[in-house]
């Protein structure tokens, strides 16, 4: 079991609207949690859908927090020893560690423009299939990636997810939780495109 001087629980709001009640339950479970197992309640700020960004609304966020009483130990304004705290600010380090994994072949780039990923889940919907990534590009050569890359073209990172056996994750409170690795998708890292070095 995870000692409680290791506890850390986040509130990870997306600033793309108002505050809401569903925010305010979950950032209330955190905190509570938080302070019951004597450890520290972060703030961190998921902006990087920031075709859905809204001024204005991390401010917003942050009042709502503090009217509820809920006071965070780590945070974008009051920092901390993990910052910073949003997640755009943070890009450069998740571009050194993205490819790394590509390096290590833990993870590739993909080139699947938004049609072509809409027309493969289309048709594994009308064939009855679980709508996820269909693999194009998981076996593209690395130079062949490179040179695409280089030359400009649009991509994301995508973890390459094992195709056999299964994962099993223990949550705190929930136990054990395994899923099948045939029900998994090679889910794109965070939402902004990635430069090779």
Not at 138 to 164: C, T, W
Request: aromatic letters at 10%.
């Amino acid at each position: 079991m995870i000692s409680q001087k290791e506890i850390r629980l986040r509130f990870a709001p997306s600033p793309t609207g108002r505050m809401h009640l569903g925010s305010a339950r979950t950032a209330l479970y955190n905190y509570l949690l938080a302070r019951r197992l004597n450890g520290k309640f972060i703030l961190r700020i998921e902006d990087t859908d920031q075709k859905r960004f809204v001024p204005g609304s991390e401010a917003e966020l942050v009042e709502g927090l503090r009217w509820l009483g809920l006071k965070y130990d780590e945070g974008p304004d009051v920092g901390g020893p993990y910052g910073p705290y949003r997640q755009t600010e943070r890009r450069e380090i998740y571009q050194q560690y993205a490819w790394q994994l590509v390096q290590k072949g833990y993870a590739f780039p993909c080139f699947c423009t938004a049609d072509r990923l809409q027309q493969v889940r289309q048709h594994q919907m009308s064939t009855q299939q679980n709508p996820r990534y269909d693999g194009t590009c998981r076996n593209l050569d690395p130079d062949e990636a490179r040179h695409r890359v280089d030359s400009g073209e649009k991509y994301v990172i995508r973890f390459r997810m094992q195709e056999e056996g299964s994962t099993t994750a223990v949550d705190l409170l929930r136990g054990p939780i395994t899923v099948e690795n045939s029900a998994l998708d090679d889910t794109v890292l965070p939402e902004f495109h990635v430069k090779i070095k």
